[in-house]
């Protein structure tokens, strides 16, 4: 059984040093236990970084031979990255692992997941046993959308990311879904295979900083909501409705007023529902212009990434 781990990285020298010391000694156990074979190998993907990263990967590739790299030519961020790792290592390994290359996910469980998959499992998630690791804010921003995408009938794994094996066969079936706005936390279990999951804590980062900050975490989010569930726009027209009977109820009580010679000033509360009414129309126009948008991105089928080279 060939194994691929595929890695997009974004890292400084001595994170992708690291990583590959400790991805290396994950396959040369497994090989010494004829778990997997002896050509499996590590597969970097350079997401059309400016600085050095595709330098080292070449520089890696040259002095170890389970390295391979794949540069892409220009950024298409971090899910279209990893999708072209998957698209072009499944033409070469039985098994795809995918991981990060920031050492926080602990590379231990790897050998588990080779096991899971012998068992018959065909999708194996790496899962967080604890977010021990992270703020306040991340932790618990973090539950609120797990709990959202639940709510809006999103299919996902609690506290799981992008570390997941993979067996060929799903990894064909996920180069079938051809969106642009790409969520594959989200897409992964729409597969269908058999699912299983393993448990780890997370690691504190080795070294630099996150490449996902807040800004980018929130429309990471936004794209995984509008990606996959239509109740947004349901719940606009459920407001309208309701908005509508308060109208309904309004215009009863102004007659009522009107009729009984009672007057009223009424200048704050109409401010006030002027602007109410006004920012509720924005946000209902913001998230429909989200769909709109996407509909636009989706009809232009432009390719997902354009591989520039690859190192095999």
């Not at 018959?120 to 998630?125: A, N, T």
């Not at 706005?181 to 900083?209: D, K, Q």
Request: glycine share 6%; charged share 20%.
């Amino acid at each position: 059984m060939r194994l691929s781990i595929v890695v997009p990285c974004y890292n400084e020298e001595p994170v992708l040093q690291e990583t590959t010391v400790r991805l290396s000694a994950v396959l040369d156990s497994l090989v010494e236990k004829r778990k997997i074979s002896s050509d499996s190998f590590i597969l970097y993907i350079n997401d059309g970084s400016r600085d050095m990263t595709w330098t080292i990967i070449e520089s890696l590739h040259d002095r170890n031979s389970y390295v391979k790299g794949l540069n892409l030519a220009g950024n298409v961020g971090h899910q279209n990255a990893l999708m072209a790792g998957l698209m072009t290592a499944k033409g070469y390994a039985d098994v795809l692992i995918s991981i990060d290359a920031d050492l926080q996910d602990d590379v231990s469980v790897i050998e588990e997941m080779v096991d899971r998959y012998k068992e018959g499992y065909d999708i194996v998630y790496g899962v967080r046993s604890s977010r021990d690791s992270d703020t306040f804010f991340k932790k618990n921003t973090a539950l609120a959308f797990y709990k959202l995408m639940s709510w809006l009938g999103v299919k996902s794994v609690y506290n799981h990311a992008d570390y997941r094996l993979m067996s060929r066969r799903a990894v064909e079936q996920l180069g079938n879904y051809k969106e642009r706005n790409l969520f594959l936390r989200g897409i992964v279990p729409l597969i269908g295979y058999e699912t299983t999951s393993v448990y780890y804590r997370r690691s504190e980062r080795f070294a630099g900083e996150s490449k996902y900050p807040l800004s980018k975490m929130f429309n990471f989010a936004i794209d995984g909501i509008t990606s996959f569930s239509v109740k947004p726009l349901r719940l606009i027209a459920s407001l309208g409705f309701l908005f509508l009977l308060c109208s309904l109820v309004a215009v009863v009580y102004t007659l009522y007023v009107y009729f009984n010679g009672e007057t009223v000033a009424g200048w704050a509360s109409l401010m006030l529902s002027v602007w109410f009414l006004g920012s509720l129309i924005l946000i209902a126009i913001g998230i429909v212009g989200e769909y709109i948008g996407k509909i636009y991105l989706e009809v232009k089928e432009r390719p997902r990434y354009n591989i520039e080279k690859f190192l095999n």
